[in-house]
């Protein structure tokens, strides 16, 4: 082994602008073995060929990730970081490469133009690297906050994990076009709440609700119906646990599935495998409306805390269940089979309490819309508190979890619980959400609701690649904003959402005809999606929607698993009204690390300057 120096003089030479960096030449062991997997709980493969798996795990105490990848079949140098939708350029990056002869580790950024620079503030640290049989394993940590501006803020939510491979030795990081690599986009939520998963019970049963090898309509967006019977005489149990069973080749397709129970006043439900738009569904589908599951893509196994499990089955439940897909098939693939659903694991062994499933947000209906081109355009969806005040037991309920869901031009939502017109704390917030990876999440915290409070739910949409509006709507194209937060114990109330009301937007239809200088037609008989796209979208027309959004009197859903509303005015309700808004958290910056002198480095050759290669 040899040992050799790097001046800072030298170093400057090689990386023009670098200024204060701290390199580290890794050691690299010949013969040695994986690093212990139990302190890297979380793991994800980051390409889809398997040549690099992400493993992480997350110190609260310490805020900061600690990160371990394996690179099966390395040569040159990895190029692995975050930024704000997955984008190479404006990123934040760990860097490891070899100029053929010496290797390197530093924290780099990349500008607008993609271009890479070595960052003056060392914020990833490397903790080791090792050689095993199977690979080469990297370990590094990064503090959640740095203060750097040039470094991404870990938060909670969804976070974009960028990675490329250098297939040749480089010897400045200038001389590296990002647009030549092997590279790609992983998206995973970092933070994980420290939350002990439950023990399943011995007396744990399995049981899957798939579809019956059906073949996907070749059509951009389908949903699938498919009814299940539980035996005769099914008592009462609890689902503890369940997780999503995919047909192989078909994950990219399968966009969100659900499993209804039906309702218990019918006696039986017809068998029906099908459209769920189809004019020959029968009618009674239409009554199998109580979640008891929901997974989208991107989602794991999702538990149950040990204290309340998802009742099924017993007196007065139906037998009958109603499996829903969403299938997305934008390249029209033809002849596919599937045969894709859900596992339910379930126990006799009762639990203390009942959970349910809530839908919050905005109903699925086009009055709610997003002119194009807009970069980030705001709808919001109230569970008002006279629903709450209605529908919730006297000691409320407890969130333990949620799921949050938009169609393809969604990128941030956030729920607020408020009460007596003051936000109390944020439910679940995703301010880098993509509809590509919609996870069921655990809570960090219960957050406790209670009759008169109100959950407020805020979408936020990017339309700029497209030119024409985007309506509410069941289609892929079209858009929603929903929370499905899971809860316990179980109330009647399993919808409440909401909606401009409708005659308020009648008005601005009429507004916009009679300030408009085009000939278009703003007529009742002209369906709500015919009139938004006739709307020249200039920017009075605009800014009257957003401001219709945010003061016009909404349509309040206040449903009970049945679709029937509670009892009571629900019509013209007044938006709620708040006067003391949550501060955005401030992130905490650790002690700024100061100028790194030049410092000796461990070196060692591995045989001919050709990168790392397996001994």
Known sequence: MKLGFISVSNLASMYFTMVAVFLVILVVALKGSAPRSTYFPYKVPLDPQGLLELSWNVSYPEQAVYFQILIREFKFGLLFGMSDRGEFENADLAMLWTDGNSSYFGDAWSDAEGQLHMDSQQDYQLLGAQKAPEGFYLVFRRAFSTCDPKDYLIEDGTVHLIYGILERPVHSLHAINISTLYRGLQRVQLLKPNITIPELPSDVKTMEITTPSIVIPSQETTYWCYIAELPDSFPKHHIIMYEPVITAGNEALVHHMEIFQCSAEFDSIPHYSGLCDSKMKPERLNYCRHVLAAWAMGAQAFYYPKEAGLAFGGPGSSRYLRLEIHYHNPLIFKGRRDSSGIRLYYTASLRPHDAGIMELGLVYTPVMAVPPGE?????????????????????????????????????????????????????????????????????????????????????????????????????????????????????????????????????????????????????????????????????????????????????????????????????????????????????????????????????????????????
């Open 375 to 615: 970069t980030s355009f705001i709808l919001t969806g109230y569970c008002t508190d006279k629903c709450t005040q209605k529908a919730l037991p006297t000691d409320g309920i407890r969130i333990f979890a949620s799921q949050l869901h938009t169609h393809l031009a969604g990128r941030k939502v956030v729920t607020v619980l408020s009460r007596d017109g003051r936000e109390q704390q944020v439910v679940n917030a995703d301010r880098h959400y993509s509809p590509h990876f919609q996870e069921i999440r655990m809570l960090k915290e219960l957050v406790a609701v209670f009759p008169g409070d109100e959950l407020i739910t805020t979408c936020t949409y990017n339309t700029e690649d497209r030119s024409k509006v985007t309506v509410g709507g069941f289609g892929i194209m079209e858009e929603m904003c929903v929370n499905y937060v899971h809860y316990y114990p179980q109330t009647q109330l399993e919808l409440c959402k909401s909606a401009v009301d409708p005659g308020y937007l009648h008005r601005y239809f009429n507004l916009v005809n009679r300030f408009n200088d085009e000939e278009v037609c703003m007529c009742p008989q002209v369906s709500v999606p015919q009139q938004f796209s006739s709307i020249p979208w200039n920017t009075f027309n605009r800014d009257v929607l957003k401001s219709l959004y945010s003061f016009a009197p909404i349509s309040v859903h206040c449903n009970k698993s049945s679709a029937v509303r509670f009892p009571g005015e629900w019509e013209k309700q007044p938006l709620p009204s708040i006067t003391k808004t949550l501060k955005e958290p401030q992130p905490h910056c650790p002690p700024t690390p100061g100028p790194h002198p030049a410092v000796p480095v461990v070196k060692l050759c591995l045989g001919g300057g050709k990168g790392f290669q397996r001994s």
